[in-house]
């Protein structure tokens, strides 16, 4: 099984990243995409920038896949995390996950999600409307709980 | 051996990376960190919550405890937000 990973400033198409991994698959049965977004905070934060650690970012989430189609019988896999400047509204990270039944999509994209969040080398700092930089945003227990259920 | 900090671990050093000549007796992580805490205040800020500060050898993640001999990267930063 071959995977797409990429690490890009770029803005990426969801939907066409999903029509990439399953054209002319048609052993495929389900196909899970999750997108994340940046969110506005309530109307506070004017854009995320996200900082990475390029050659271990890329490394990092081979191996978070790798563990994923271990764990999984995947036909597919693509995982695409967004660095930089990013505005609330667009996107930040893709999973796309594709497989015989749905089960093994769904749980594999959730399972990709929680070790991207708390393992994946990459770092949130926000940017407020009022033109100030906003503090680096802290890592979230309930990220680590999320992980645990996995172990 | 190369140094290199991210994030806020990166602003309170003051510098991306480092290239660093380790004196002897410096055999893991946590006895790197314990050095360089002796470094001057800024290294002593960044580091000053023991075991909040994450470190990678070589692209791969370690505990404190883990052995430095043969390490080409060292990289030091916080709990990850990724995602």
Known sequence: ?151 | MKLVYFAWVRERVGRTDEQVVLPDGIATVADLVRWLKGRGEEYAYAFENEGVVRAAIDHVHVKPEARIEGAREIAFFPPMTGG
């Open chain 1, 1 to 151: 099984m071959d995977f797409t990973i990429r690490i890009q400033a770029e803005p990426f198409d969801s939907a066409a990243e999903t029509a990439a991994l399953t054209r002319g698959r048609a052993e495929i049965g389900a196909v899970v995409a999750f997108t994340g977004l940046c969110r506005d905070e309530g109307g506070r934060l004017a854009a995320l920038e996200l900082e990475h650690y390029p050659g271990m970012a890329e490394a990092e989430i081979g191996r978070i896949a790798d563990q994923a189609a271990s764990r999984w019988p995947l036909l597919g896999l693509t995982i695409v995390h967004r660095f930089g400047r990013i505005a609330p509204g667009e996107e930040i990270v893709l999973v796309v996950t594709a497989s015989v039944h749905r089960q093994a999509a769904f749980e594999a994209a959730s399972f990709l999600m929680d070790y991207l969040k708390t393992q994946a080398p990459f770092w949130k700092r926000e940017h407020l409307k009022d033109g100030t930089v906003g503090t680096w945003v802290d890592a979230k227990e309930a990220d680590d709980r999320a992980v645990e259920r996995w172990r």
